[in-house]
């Protein structure tokens, strides 16, 4: 798992780099967000020297990693994926096998795009909350029982962001990182994202601001900043508390 394209592609194929040493009938398994291109090559690279390459990028928060509860996303032949699976089912507690090389970053990217937008999403509405004067628990029994609800606003958000809790578990600059390698695949499919762009955009603001550093769920206060508005938090004794 490596924080960037370039990275991966040092580390698979640079010199001194896995593919340097590696013997025919190993696989190679990258678990890393990158851009589509990146799995492409690496596979291609690899099936040149007879070695399976598997991309799966990982889904979930950090603290389902620690409890061994990720889900995994899954490109690569039918055999690679049956030598890795007992692998991940010791990280993970759902894998799924998404098609070819290449279509486990794919659809980590259509997954980043909804969970990180979802962040803005929600930064705004309970902005407006805020600056509604309207209880914050009153508005989640509202959206929690309609389908404006996601699982940012009902999962994460309540342990983290509106818990006091802006320490990274996934930060603002990674997320941005992920909406610019959406924007940039879906271009390169023809495929126009203006939310998607939108969104990157708003991250760029809080990026800008100091706020990158931050768990993505801290979008919240980076609109409040911006809106002059109060960071909406759940009390001591809040029903929402636990997220449940």
Same mark, same amino acid.
């Given at each position: ?19 340097? +040493? $590696? *013997?025919? #009938? ?7 967000? @990158?851009?589509?291109? %990146? ?89 407006? +909350? $805020? *600056?509604? #004067? ?7 029994? @509202?959206?929690?029982? %309609? ?98």
């Amino acid at each position: 798992m490596l924080p960037n394209s370039e990275i991966v592609e040092a580390v698979i194929a640079g010199p001194g780099g896995v593919l340097s +040493t $590696a *013997k025919a #009938g190993a696989t190679i398994m990258d678990m890393s967000t @990158v851009r589509p291109e %990146t799995s492409d090559k690496m596979a291609a690279l690899c099936l040149k020297q007879n070695i399976g390459f598997i991309d799966a990028p990982v889904g979930r928060l950090a603290s389902h990693a620690d409890a061994g509860q990720s889900l995994f996303m899954v490109g690569g032949e039918v055999s690679d994926f049956d030598r890795v699976l007992p692998l991940l089912n010791v990280m993970g507690s759902e894998i799924y096998h998404c098609g070819p090389a290449g279509a486990g970053t794919r659809t980590k990217l259509v997954n980043n795009f909804l969970a990180i937008s979802y962040c803005q999403m929600n930064a705004e509405a309970l902005a407006l +909350t $805020a *600056k509604f #004067g309207l209880d914050l628990d009153s508005t989640l029994d @509202v959206l929690y029982g %309609t389908t404006a609800t996601n699982g940012q606003l009902k999962i994460a958000w309540p342990a983290k962001v509106l818990n006091h809790d802006s320490e990274p578990g996934f930060t603002i600059d990674l997320a941005h990182k992920d909406l610019t390698l959406v924007v940039e695949a879906a271009n390169a499919a023809q495929v126009p994202m203006p939310m998607a762009a939108a969104a990157r955009e708003a991250f760029s603001s809080a990026r800008a601001r100091g706020f990158g550093g931050k768990d993505f769920s801290g979008m919240l206060e980076a609109h409040c900043e911006l809106t002059g508005s109060d960071v909406p938090r759940l009390s001591h004794n809040s029903r929402h508390k636990s997220g449940s």
